[in-house]
C-alpha cells in the first residue's frame, strides 16, 4: 500500500482521459468499499461523487480514525479519505452499495459499483474482513462447491448488468478477487461479453 500512496503522490493529478486506467488505480479502487457505506451510497443505481461520500463518512464517525481490523493495512484507510482529493479520483462516482453478514447462513459480503467519465463501469468485491462469519466462509470454499458469498456476488453482477447499460470491469483483493471470478466465470456466455476484463488481485 505505501506503494500505491506514493503512486497518489506521482500520478495523481493527471486525468484518466490523459492517463487510461491502469493496474494500481484498479487495486486502489477496490478498497473504497471496504469501509461500511450503508447509508452513503445508495444500494440501488442512483449515483453520488466520490468526494461527497468521504465527507459524510467523515462526518458519520466524528472526524476519528477508523480501523478495518488485522485483516486490512491501516493504509486502506489512509488511501479512502487521501482520494477525494486527489484530481485523478475526484471524478468517481459511486452506486449500488450491499453488504451482508449473515451468522446464521456464515455469508459476509460486500459489493460496490463505480463510475469513471467516459469508461466502463467498475465493480467491486471486498474481501475477508475480521468477522469469524467470513473466515468461516473462507475455509468452507475448500469443500463447497459455493458459498453464499458467491452466490451473492453472481447475483449482484446480474442486478448490475440490469441496471446498468454498457459494458464492465470486476475487481476485487483476497476474497473479493475470487468473488469477481466466480461471478464472471458463472455468468451465461451472451452476458461474459459485456466484462472487459477481471482484475483479481491476490484472489
Request: with cysteine.
Amino acid at each position: 500500500m505505501a506503494v500505491l500512496l506514493a503512486y497518489l503522490d506521482g500520478r495523481g493529478d493527471l486525468s484518466f482521459q490523459v492517463d487510461p486506467v491502469n493496474e494500481a488505480d484498479y487495486y486502489l479502487i477496490s478498497k473504497i468499499g471496504c469501509p461500511d457505506l450503508t447509508g452513503l451510497v445508495p444500494s440501488d443505481a442512483q449515483e453520488v461523487p466520490l468526494p461527497e461520500v468521504v465527507a459524510s463518512f467523515r462526518a458519520q464517525t466524528g472526524n476519528q480514525d477508523v480501523t478495518l481490523g488485522v485483516s486490512q493495512s491501516p493504509q486502506v484507510m489512509e488511501s479512502f479519505y487521501r482520494l477525494p482529493s486527489v484530481p485523478r479520483f475526484q471524478p468517481l462516482m459511486l452506486s449500488g452499495f450491499r453488504r451482508k453478514e449473515k451468522p446464521d447462513r456464515t455469508e459476509q459480503f460486500s459489493a460496490l459499483t463505480l463510475r469513471i467519465p467516459d469508461c466502463p463501469r467498475i465493480i467491486t468485491f471486498r474481501g475477508t474482513d475480521d468477522t469469524i462469519i467470513a473466515w468461516k466462509e473462507d475455509f468452507q470454499m475448500a469443500v463447497m462447491d459455493s458459498v453464499p458469498a458467491q452466490q451473492d456476488a453472481l447475483c449482484y453482477l446480474r442486478w448490475a448488468m440490469n441496471a446498468y447499460e454498457g459494458d464492465f470491469i470486476l475487481c476485487g483483493h483476497s476474497k473479493g478477487g475470487n468473488l469477481a471470478i466466480y461471478a464472471s466465470s458463472m455468468l451465461p456466455l451472451e452476458l461474459q461479453d459485456r466484462i472487459l476484463a477481471v482484475y483479481n488481485f491476490d484472489g
